[in-house]
């Protein structure tokens, strides 16, 4: 009669083999670790003189495969179970001998000599995710009786004495027959068993033997045919957890272009780790260009998730926020509390610290380099400035504090990219606000009417030419307690006690003449009146404050854009212009013009501004009537 698996184990390894793993070829992953664990439990009993000494050379682990019998077999020579052991362990579900382990070990504070894995005490019922059958032989340490305890799932084990010549485990897995949906004859496969051992198993500290077919030519004959050689299968040392000092540039090269598949070496490694309450190892790397699909749905951000150099996730996304995106790499910690399985990742507090740890790092890192590797960092700005702005967006502007000094625009400092930081550090004494004006190239922004004044005095102006830019400086809305002011809105106070004086004498005199171009403009406007801000061009348009017109042009191309979402028009007319004469001058002679004149005016004026005007056709009758009109004179 076999034993029932005790207490509530049958339930439980129900829902094992049903609903923990998502994906059932972690078996291998799990038995692998297992027999890891008894490989360092050994030869943590040497260093206590329990056992003889033990050369840890000469451990190992061994998958043997027999496609005939259909058994797959992971066999170590570790520290071995008595039939107590296996009753205990095996023949309780959520009963970890190797978490007892751990706790004695950390009592006696050797943790540092091994690296125990097992801890949740269910990792081995997984086998029965694969396997009809389950034989576990093992003999202990110290003893020379061997037992095998065998199950066929939920009925039960039995445990009966065996054979084994050494010490260690043998696990043997009878696979289950395939089925429709199922393919398990793939794990008796040479080739899919080295893929799951190089992507789980890697960093197993020992090594993973296999024996695999190879090609041998054989002498004096074309022929070619196969001999059975010993392969190691895993490569054993994690790279970040060599010393940083014994690293090259090129491991991390090829660490990364290997394992995350780029064809081209990183632009930046960020390698860091934290000991104490919280720690974790991490490798984190910035690509030296734009992966092909960033900007599609198909990209998914995150960092490879591995506990003690297992491999737990793919892309935990929780580790990287949105705007650092691009970050590829990993991260190896043993403290995250991974619920029941490994796979189970809780959204728990160890991730959120990692997460926050890592963003402050990524931070950091970019800010060394725009401080002191100007060029790499708009090399970096150039591939992923855009996925920082949009951060900066993102969650109403959580992030702007992470953000805001990563920011670069160009500035009319000789056109040339400048953070908010360089710019404050430049304004002058008096200025209260930073300046910018939109427009859709850096030349264009340049040839505004309105700037050329507020240069000319000196103070400089963000030209932003990306769609969302100023969408970032309105969350954003100040920094360093300096609001954000564009040239082209509301009232800009750049001119002197003296230049405003003069422009309120003049705005009084031609009251006339202003109020008369108003009525002629009607709704279109809500204000005509002389400019404060420019300096050679006659006219230009203002926004009122609020909307601005380049939010306007954004919103306009918005799927189901309201046409009614429109800033408001101030004409703005240069008092020092002749063009101001001649107006003056014909409202005094020929009243009846005015009308054209202060519509080819606003036209002008919305042209400049590269808003569309209302009608073409009566602009170009207008323009042509004032040429005519003009050739009169000779
Ligand atoms: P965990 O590894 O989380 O402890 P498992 O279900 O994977 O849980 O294993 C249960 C226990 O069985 C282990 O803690 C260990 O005590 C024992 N065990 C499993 N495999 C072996 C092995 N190859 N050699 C020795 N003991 C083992
Ligand atoms: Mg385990």
Redesign the pocket.
């Known amino acids: 009669m076999s034993k029932p698996f005790k207490a509530e184990s049958r339930r439980l390894l129900d829902l094992m083999i049903h609903s923990i793993y998502t994906h059932k070829e972690i078996f291998l992953r ?1 038995l692998i ?2 027999a890891s ?1 008894a490989l360092d439990k050994l030869y943590f009993m040497s260093l206590n003189d329990e056992v003889k000494e033990v050369d840890r050379t000469g451990l190992s682990i061994r998958i043997l495969v027999d496609k005939e019998a259909r058994t797959l077999s992971i066999v170590d020579n570790g520290v071995g179970m008595t039939s107590e052991e296996m009753e205990d362990n095996l023949g309780t579900i959520a009963k ?1 001998g ?1 978490f007892d382990f751990k706790q004695m070990m950390d009592q006696a504070q050797k943790k540092d000599e091994v690296d125990i ?2 801890q ?5 019922y997984s086998a029965f995710m694969v396997a009809k059958k389950v034989e576990v032989v093992s003999r202990k340490a110290n003893t020379d009786v061997a037992f095998k305890f065998v199950s066929e799932g939920e009925e039960g084990y039995d445990i009966e004495e065996a054979q084994r010549d050494t010490v260690g485990t043998s696990v043997i897995l009878t696979l289950n027959d395939d089925t429709e949906d199922e393919d398990y004859s793939q794990y008796l496969d040479d080739f899919k068993i080295q893929e799951l051992v190089k992507k789980y198993s890697d960093y197993i500290r020992y090594p993973i033997l296999m024996d695999v077919e190879e090609e041998e030519k054989k002498e004096d004959s074309e022929e070619v045919g196969t001999k059975l050689v010993e392969k190691t299968l895993n490569s054993r040392i994690p790279l970040w957890k060599r010393s940083k000092s014994d690293i090259t540039k090129e491991d991390y090269n090829e660490f990364y272009k290997d394992k995350f598949e780029d064809y081209q070496d990183p632009q930046r490694v960020i390698h860091t780790n934290l000991e104490g309450s919280l720690s974790f190892d991490a490798m984190m790397f910035i690509p030296s260009h734009v992966p092909f699909n960033f900007y599609s749905a198909d990209y998914e951000k995150g960092l490879q998730l591995y506990s003690r150099g297992v491999f737990i996730l793919d892309k935990a996304k929780e580790l990287i926020p949105d705007a650092f995106r691009f970050v590829k790499g990993l991260v190896d910690s043993p403290d995250l509390s991974l619920n029941i399985s490994r796979e189970m990742l809780q959204h728990d507090r160890q991730l959120k610290a990692i997460a926050s740890r890592l963003e402050k790092k990524i931070k950091s890192e970019l800010l060394g380099m725009l401080k002191t590797e100007r060029e790499e960092y708009e090399k970096f700005w150039k591939n992923f400035g855009l996925q920082i702005k949009y951060g900066m967006y993102q969650n109403y502007g959580a992030n702007r504090e992470l953000l805001e000094d990563l920011l670069l625009f160009v500035s009319s400092h000789d056109n040339k990219l400048v953070s908010l930081e360089e710019y404050v550090a430049r304004m002058k004494e008096d200025q209260k606000e930073i300046y910018f004006v939109s427009g859709e190239t850096v030349e264009k922004c340049a040839a505004v009417p309105q700037s050329e004044w507020v240069r000319e005095k000196g103070f400089e102006i963000l030209y932003l030419t990306e769609d969302v830019d100023e969408f970032v400086l309105q969350i954003l809305h100040t920094y360093k307690e300096k609001t954000f002011k564009s040239i082209n809105q509301g009232e800009l106070d750049i001119a002197s006690t003296e230049e405003k004086e003069e422009i309120q004498k003049k705005s009084e005199e031609s009251k006339d003449v202003l109020t008369k171009i108003k009525e002629v403009l009607g709704a279109s406007v809500q204000d005509v009146r002389l400019s404060t801000r420019l300096k050679t061009h006659p006219v230009c348009l203002v926004s009122a404050d609020g909307l601005s017109f380049e939010m306007e042009k954004v919103l306009s191309q918005m799927p189901d854009a309201n046409p009614n979402l429109k800033a408001g028009r101030i004409l703005e007319i240069n008092a020092g212009h002749p063009l101001f004469e001649a107006i003056k001058e014909i409202h005094r002679h020929d009243p009846e013009k005015i009308d054209n004149y202060a519509k080819v005016l606003y036209n002008q004026a919305l042209l400049i501004e590269g808003l569309p005007i209302d009608n073409p056709l009566e602009f170009s009758i207008q323009v042509s009537n004032l040429m005519i009109d003009a050739s009169r004179f000779h």
Do not use: A, Q, T
């Not at 949740?120 to 081995?124: L, Q, S």
């Open positions: 799990e670790s297992n664990d970890s190797s894995i097992g949740f005490g269910v990792g081995f």
